[in-house]
Nanobody, 122 residues
């Protein structure tokens, strides 16, 4: 099991940047695939980005490609989501999640953080 705590959310103007941080506990963190999800008011949770621990491959939904970057630092048990050129439609609660399953299968993420709010004003 791994415990996850997100931070770094906040209010930013359109075009601005934020970096979300997910701090993980657990000695086996380096062997978990990590993902970021988001949920906007009245909408279903959306799978935003993911990172494979084995291959180093990443996944992004089309709407964030070229703007968001997922990365990890196994030495500090941390995953980041760098978000640039933010848009009002990026407004949501962002969640960090972990899985030992396939990193691109959103259904396999079973360990979740509490979320951090990101608000982008126009």
């Amino acid at each position: 099991q791994v415990q996850l705590v997100e931070s770094g959310g906040g209010l930013v103007q359109a075009g601005g940047s934020l970096r979300l941080t997910c701090a993980a506990s657990g000695r086996t963190f380096s062997t978990y695939n990590m993902g970021w999800f988001r949920q906007a008011p009245g909408k279903e949770r959306e799978f935003v980005a993911a990172f494979s621990w084995r291959s180093g491959n990443t996944y992004y939904i089309d709407s964030v490609k070229g703007r968001f970057t997922i990365s990890r630092d196994n030495a500090s048990n941390t995953v980041y989501l760098q978000m640039n050129s933010l848009k009002p439609e990026d407004t949501a609660i962002y969640y960090c999640a972990a899985t030992r399953g396939y990193y691109r299968d959103y259904r396999q993420y079973v360990n979740w953080g509490q979320g951090t709010q990101v608000t982008v004003s126009s």
